[in-house]
């Protein structure tokens, strides 16, 4: 199963921006995963928020196989402790899921067409984090996820 | 009010000791703030878990006033969207309340005497995250409520 997980835009803060690549740089021992950079268009004064968030909506599903498992990071989600969500990893691994996407928005939050084509809306936590954080939360949480499967500890 | 928000222990993780210096210098704008790091005793192999964190609560609670309102940061808490923690933290100063302690556990957690003498037993996510995480993740949130008070944006 690989992990498709696209940001957009590059993480502009740069102790987020350590600690993802942190987490990516322990994650790749367990999982296969791809975390482009998607070039945001340079925003001008006309765009109304909407047409921003279905530009950013573009971007994100532009490279997203039409088998692939998708999984919306939305405060109107539904929350998982780690081990639910590790154990939902493992489900769709046992179900031969080729692919799930993991989409963050960005300041705005997600389009409206991401939330009805995601197949689980997830929520970190009812208190809003700022959409970068929310990158390093859900790469933490991959990790977190992958160690419990594995049996190993983490402490940190 | 003044806000009381030890530390067990230096943060050891870079770039969170970054993003807590980022938060720690934007909220004094706002609140008067003591975050001491609290030096952990060296830990031997005789100590059990139970005993550590008792040792742990001790430290904690030390410096606290009586008068103090103690909020527990711990997974069997209640959560709060930001707004509703930027309103209870409103309510708190409109009580005349002087201090409110925010007590983080260490990687063994809280012990049960200061979930216990907490007047609020606050959860950030249902997901669990490292203590140093939660450092982050409260300084963070602390910021936000204060920008949401004073009706200033936060956009990051």
Redo the contacts between chains.
């Keep these: 199963m690989k992990i498709y997980l696209p940001f957009l835009g590059k993480t502009?803060?740069?102790?987020?921006a350590?600690?993802i690549d942190?987490f990516a740089n322990r994650l790749k021992h367990f999982v296969q995963f791809d975390c482009p950079v998607l070039k945001d268009k340079k925003k001008s004064a006309k765009d109304s928020p909407e047409r921003l968030k279905d530009e950013e909506a573009r971007l994100l599903l532009q490279n997203i196989s039409s088998a692939a498992t998708i999984v919306a990071l939305d405060p109107s989600g539904s929350?998982?402790?780690?081990d639910?969500?590790a154990e939902l990893i493992s489900k769709w691994e046992n179900q031969g899921v080729k692919e799930v996407a993991f989409l963050i928005g960005g300041?705005l939050g997600l389009a409206d067409e991401i939330i009805r084509k995601a197949d689980l809306v997830l929520s970190?936590?009812?208190?809003?984090?700022?959409h970068?954080?929310a990158r390093m939360?859900v790469f933490?949480?991959l990790y977190?996820a992958y160690t419990i499967k594995a049996g190993t500890g983490y402490?940190?």
Tied chains: 1, 2.
């Design positions: 502009r803060e740069k102790y987020l350590a600690g942190d929350q998982l402790s780690s639910g969500f300041p970190l936590s009812q208190m809003t984090f700022t970068e954080m939360l933490e949480q977190r402490h940190k």
